[in-house]
């Protein structure tokens, strides 16, 4: 199996070469040359088992494919529940929720962040000289990323967070690592990270000073993983219902779409796929049939899928031959933070469940497939547990709510950040330092 980047200027790569690179070379996003259809696994095979068979086409010549085994059961060692919600009270027939929140940082990042972790640990030559994974985060990818870098030899963590702009427990999700991770607080905006990061990661000169990494979720090692929960789920709800699983997806930067996406293209019994946005409303403006128009982010209570340009939306169209066949294989839906908030005080009571923001937006959009009528079974996907914003949950359902043990594990670590201007020679000059 080869990979080729969504903008055709780079000659067709192993996977191996692929997953250490993460972009491609000419800018653009690596993609499988075909997606394979594998056999389907046994809808009661284990998590890990079920991502080890779909993965396993993909890793057919790399160096990775005897290990293959022992980083699924690495990344996969927690599990993804799919469980039925509640409808009045008694469990619902047609509504279910995939928990995605078991992890060690409570959200589903942790999955593909622990594989690629695994996998780039293998494919680092021994004497090679320490790799900077330089990461800029809106909250959850920063914190997955450090949890599954953390110690590994021949690796440092570099987070970049805006300041003031995640939830307290993200922030301590951020700087509770210690070690080879540093995090830093930049006084400015998610964009200001990102752009800061893209400035270092494209910076030849620092380069050959440092050698850099990012963990970005354009990174194939991100996305492939990702297949392996909804593949899990749905021949799971396929063998027991004898029907295909319909998604709805909290979505910021398009990378657990994409999975979906790709796992449905693999064959697997996976229905629709609807998104749900933020106030951050490309992709539902453009499904609508408005031109892709990326723009400025906004601020939002889901502070994970506050996203302006989502970066794997250039995957979505090497996939399709036009806008319009793109248009018919998906559906996206925008949830303001007034309808957030009114849906997370509403959920316990109506669906038996209390969601965090990014789920919300999920929930909110299930509501609206039932109010025209959709009788199908819907699964709305949890991208992340409620405790982990308790700031914005525990009010509105007016109690507290209970970290899980894996949570409550890193909340009860010191945490610390060290302050850092919005300013490329600030960020060029630490990581010179080291
Ligand atoms: C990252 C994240 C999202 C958005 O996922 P994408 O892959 O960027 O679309 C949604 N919810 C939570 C909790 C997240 O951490």
Known sequence: MKFISTRDQTPATGIDEALVA??????????????????????????????RAV??????????????????????????PLRALTHDGAASQQDYLLELFHGPTAAFKDYAARFL?????????????????????SGDTGAAVAAAFHGRPGFNVVILYPDGRV??????????????????????SFDDCQRLAKQALADEALRTRVPLSSANSISLGRLLPQVAYYAHAALQFHAEHGDLLNVIVPTGNLGNACAAFVARRMGLPLGEIVLASNANDVLPRYFAGEAYSPRPTVATLANAMDVGAPSNFERLRH????????????????????????TIRQAPQ????????????????????RERGDRRPWTVVATAHPAKFES?????????????PALAETLSRPAFAEPLAADYPALRSLLIRG
Request: a negative charge.
């Open 167 to 188: 939830s307290p427990r993200q922030a301590h999700g951020l700087g509770c690592w210690g070690g080879n991770v540093h995090t830093f607080r930049v006084a400015g």
């Open 55 to 80: 993965l396993s086409p993909y890793f057919e010549d790399s160096s990775l494919r005897d290990r293959l085994d022992e980083l699924c059961k690495h990344a996969y060692s927690f599990p993804a």
């Open 319 to 342: 996939w399709h031959h036009d806008d319009a066949e793109l248009r018919g294989a998906l559906r996206a839906f925008a949830v303001d933070d007034a309808t957030i908030t009114a």
């Open 392 to 404: 914005i949950v525990e009010p509105l359902v007016g109690h507290v709510v209970d970290p899980p």
């Open 117 to 137: 972790a695994a996998a780039l640990a293998q494919l680092r030559p021994a004497d090679a000289a320490p790799t900077t994974i330089l990461v800029a985060t």
């Open 350 to 369: 109506r669906h038996g469940i209390v969601p965090c923001p990014h789920t919300a937006t999920g929930l909110h959009v299930l509501e609206q497939l």
């Open 22 to 51: 993460g972009l491609a070379p000419d800018g653009g996003l690596f993609v499988p040359e075909q997606i394979p259809l594998p056999a389907w696994p046994s809808p009661t095979a284990s998590l890990a088992d079920t991502a």
